[in-house]
């Protein structure tokens, strides 16, 4: 950005930029906020990680309202932080030290469509998704997406980071079942890309520009995106195993013998469900006895109650008599299914109330995948002992690994430990480091040990084509001297 070094010019522009807002937003105090008070819960992230200083908090309620705020900041070159709620892992909607104006999208709530016939809804940027969900399944319909975080995290953040959940898996990533998008652009105009159809093969797909870019190239104000029907019958169990290299060959088995209704394939380790068990009032060991190495959630999905359990059952005698499972429990109930998720659910709160926490999102090739996990703890263990716990879990049927270390304190000797080293250890595994969660503020700087220098110059080019002025969440997502040689 093109600000000013000279303090007092500053603080008066900044003066004239938030009257400016507050003129365009009607005069209402609630909807641009100034004080540190009004502005705290906007001003810091979920897990208390990244906090910024926004020079004001603004909270339009239409997609007028969205244009005239970027182009006010456009006019007085100040960074704009879109932000949805504020749920995200890697600090990509936490404003930062920068005096940025932060605009958060839960006043744009409304549910525009659902159509059972075609199978989509189309809602405002700032609908939770769970609310999306409770209209759609009124209707017999499901959204294509489920994450712990849905009671609180918005539509447009889900877009904007790509969310990938619970159940890609069954219904894919969001880029194939995002029909339609509208955006402001950095320079106030709108692209309305709001289609709800399947098939589009006029020109490029624009809309996957903006999906998964963190609000760095515009700022999502709608989405519509598929619905399908609803399951009709879901069942839910829960594995003891003794190795991740079982667990891998279960989900071979998974696929095959459980084929169009496997719908969740999730897993985590002892360490994280003795997390869980000592942080989250309520829960019990699923397995009581012999505590187990490794823990495999299955889920099914179908429309014949009959004919998925007869599928589960037969799935379960599989591999019980090739001795992959030592042993297992499955969900009787929809209270006891709940149960069970929520052990798997809920290891990122547990880790929270935990104390510090770093987390790494990766993708890696699924049979070597838990390796990290291992030589991590072994790293560790002799410098540290048992302060720092390493945990993994994630997305198996994804090949996606959650790796966290847990420790009462957040500690730049452990953070050395951990870095560069983890981010090499992808890079050579050809993996990614950011699987599902986003580069944000966290991985902006780390981009190129999973991207080409050609690719991220060619990132910055279209950064550069698309926000001129620098102005759209700046720092994430890219490294600031690519975004400068694209500039220059
Ligand atoms: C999860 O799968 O639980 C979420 O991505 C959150 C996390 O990684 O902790
Ligand atoms: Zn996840």
């Known amino acids: 950005t093109t600000r000013t070094s000279d303090a007092s010019t500053s603080r008066t522009t900044d003066d004239a930029l938030v009257r400016a807002l507050a ?25 208390n990680k990244y906090r910024g200083r926004p020079l004001c908090v603004t909270l339009p309620r239409t997609t007028e309202e969205v244009r005239a705020i970027v182009r006010l900041c456009a006019e007085y070159r100040t960074p704009i932080v879109p932000q949805g709620g504020n749920t995200g892992l890697v600090g990509g ?13 839960e006043r744009m709530n409304g549910i525009l469509s659902v159509d059972e016939d075609a199978g989509c809804a189309t809602c405002e940027a700032g609908v939770v998704l769970e609310d999306l969900e409770s209209a759609v399944r009124s209707r017999g319909m499901t959204v294509p997406l489920d994450l712990g975080a849905k009671g609180k995290c918005q539509m447009g953040g889900c877009v904007s980071t790509n969310a990938g959940g619970l159940r890609l898996l069954r219904y894919g990533s969001l880029r194939g079942s995002v029909l339609g998008l509208e955006v402001v652009l950095a320079n106030g105009e709108v ?3 709001m289609r709800t159809l399947r098939k589009d093969n006029t020109g490029y797909d624009l809309k996957q520009l903006f999906i998964g870019a963190e609000g760095t190239l515009g700022l999502v104000t709608k989405v519509a995106i598929s619905t399908p029907r609803a399951p009709l019958s879901v069942h839910v169990a829960l594995f003891g195993l003794e190795s991740f290299a ?6 071979k088995l998974a696929r095959e013998n459980l084929g169009e209704v496997l719908s969740a394939y999730e897993f985590f380790d002892r360490e994280s469900l003795e997390l869980v068990l000592a942080q989250l009032k309520g829960t019990r060991d699923p397995l009581p006895g012999k505590p187990r190495a490794f823990y495999v959630v299955v889920e099914t999905s179908g429309s014949v109650a009959k004919h998925d359990s007869a599928k589960l059952k037969s799935f379960l005698s599989i591999v019980r008599r090739r001795g992959i499972v030592v042993d297992g429990v499955v969900g009787r109930d929809e209270k006891h299914a709940f149960a069970l998720w929520t052990l798997r659910e809920r290891i990122s709160v547990a880790l929270k109330y935990a104390g510090a926490v770093y987390k790494y999102d990766v993708s890696l090739p699924t049979a070597r995948m838990y390796n990290l996990v291992t030589t991590l703890r072994e790293r560790f263990e002799p410098k540290f002992g048992s302060s720092v716990k390493v945990l993994g879990y994630g997305h198996l049927g994804d090949g996606n690994l959650h790796l966290n270390i847990s420790c009462a304190e957040y500690d730049d000797a452990i953070e050395r430990a951990i870095e560069p080293f983890v981010y090499e250890y992808v890079r050579d595994e050809r993996g990614s480091i950011s699987a599902e969660h ?16 050609k690719a991220v110059a060619l990132m910055a080019t279209m950064k550069q084509t698309l926000d001129p002025l620098g ?9 600031v001297a690519a975004v400068r040689a694209a500039a220059s």
């Open 93 to 105: 909607a936490t404003p930062t030290e920068a005096r940025e104006v932060v605009v958060c999208m």
């Open 246 to 251: 079982k667990c891998v060959e279960m989900l």
């Open 191 to 193: 692209l309305d890309l």
């Open 471 to 479: 102005i759209m969440n700046p720092r994430k997502v890219l490294p």
């Open 438 to 453: 986003g580069l944000g503020l966290m991985k902006a700087e780390e981009i190129h040990y999973s991207k080409d220098a």
């Open 23 to 47: 003129r365009a937003l009607g005069g209402d105090d609630a909807r641009v906020r100034t004080t540190d008070a009004a502005m705290e819960k906007y001003a810091v992230d979920w897990q």
